[in-house]
Nanobody
């Protein structure tokens, strides 16, 4: 079972940037990876995904502001977040796609708070 550990969250002012990292305990080179977020009182939502070949997709709310990338040699996935808005405040999680609608086990996440 591959374990995922998210880091890089914090408190930032609106318009600022953060870079999140997701370190895996094993190889993730064959997996599609994704970043998700959950704001208080809301359901977890997909933010961005990246396939093993590097194809990326984004939620409409973050397009043009967030960039997902991966370094398979380091078993790490990143989320560069620019032009942050208060509505981006949430706990951010990464995960690896298994099959069908199944994703792997969820980690602890990393808190991102954007002040206005």
């Amino acid at each position: 079972q591959v374990q995922l550990v998210e880091s890089g969250g914090g408190l930032v002012q609106a318009g600022g940037s953060l870079r999140l990292s997701c370190a895996a305990s094993g190889s993730i080179s064959i997996n599609t990876m994704g970043w998700f977020r959950q704001a208080p009182g809301k359901q977890r939502e997909s933010v961005a995904t990246i396939t093993r070949s590097g194809y990326t997709s984004y939620a409409e709310s973050v397009k043009g502001r967030f960039t997902i990338s991966r370094d398979n040699a380091k078993n790490t996935v990143y989320l560069q977040m620019n032009s942050l808005k208060p509505e981006d405040t949430a706990v951010y999680y990464c995960n690896r796609y298994i099959s069908g609608s199944l994703w792997g086990s969820w980690g602890q996440g990393t808190q991102v708070t954007v002040s206005s």
